[in-house]
């Protein structure tokens, strides 16, 4: 079955300590989406990706860094900058701008 | 920036009541996207529509019905006979460009929805 794998499920950190995000799509989707949900705050977000090899930010990129180096792949770091990394994190594809988004099930991380 | 508000933050009906979720945005664009998606408790977002600013037909599937009102710009979304499996964070969305280079969806904050029984 087709869609979107977010793993792991739930991630701990130190404080300091980068950390990686994986999010992997075989839907054959050129939009890849990165957004962070805090309680009461909505989605935000943080990069997005239209096509391979290019990327932009969005609305609270400072403190993390993506790489789209295949179309099934679009990772994200949590650099010890994010100064309030603590969040549930969602990744998303989609076929092209303005279409659905499929989600995946996301990543609860929690820096302590 | 564009905008999109969601009023309410939670809602608490009995099962079988009829409930309504506001959406309201604001956008410059002539064209424009407007989405609903449900957060379940398990976290993932389920797609339930996309409307472009040019249909303004309302739309119904199953219990499920959305009203479009661009005077307004207002995208509301109805449940009738609710059911506890309806209880989820429900988010509206507007596809917003981002610098120059594509679009991304710009989300309200949610309304969470509680159904008991």
């Known amino acids: 079955d087709g869609g979107i794998t977010q793993s792991p499920k739930y991630l701990f950190r130190k404080e300091g300590q980068n950390v990686t995000l994986s999010c992997e799509q075989n839907?054959?989707?050129?939009?890849m989406y990165w957004y962070r949900q805090d309680p009461g705050q909505g989605l935000r977000l943080i990069y997005y990706s239209q096509i391979v090899n290019d990327f932009q930010k969005g609305d609270i990129a400072e403190g993390y860094s993506v790489s789209r180096e295949k179309k099934e792949s679009f990772p994200l770091t949590v650099t010890s900058a994010q100064k309030n990394p603590t969040a549930f994190y969602l990744c998303?594809?989609?076929?092209?701008?303005?279409?659905?988004?499929?989600f995946g099930s996301g990543t609860r991380l929690t820096v302590v | 920036a564009q905008k999109v508000t969601q009023a309410q933050t939670e809602i608490s009906v009995v099962e079988k009541e009829d409930v309504t979720l506001d959406c309201v945005y604001e956008?410059?664009?002539?064209?424009?996207?407007l989405f609903w998606y449900k957060q379940p408790p398990s976290g993932e977002l389920v797609f339930l529509i996309r409307?472009?600013?040019?249909?303004?037909q309302n739309e119904i599937s199953g219990r499920y019905s959305w009203n479009f009102q661009k005077s307004t710009s207002s995208f509301n979304f109805t449940i009738t006979a609710s059911q506890v499996v309806d209880s989820a964070v429900y988010f509206c969305?507007?596809?917003?460009?981002?610098?120059?280079?594509?679009?991304?969806?710009?989300f309200g904050k949610g309304t969470s929805l509680l159904v008991t029984p």
């Open positions: 998303a594809s989609s076929f092209r701008e303005n279409y659905g988004y499929t």
């Open positions: 969305a507007l596809s917003e460009p981002y610098s120059n280079s594509g679009y991304a969806l710009n």
């Open positions: 839907l054959n989707h050129d939009a």
């Open positions: 956008t410059r664009d002539t064209t424009y996207y």
């Open positions: 409307r472009n600013s040019f249909d303004e």
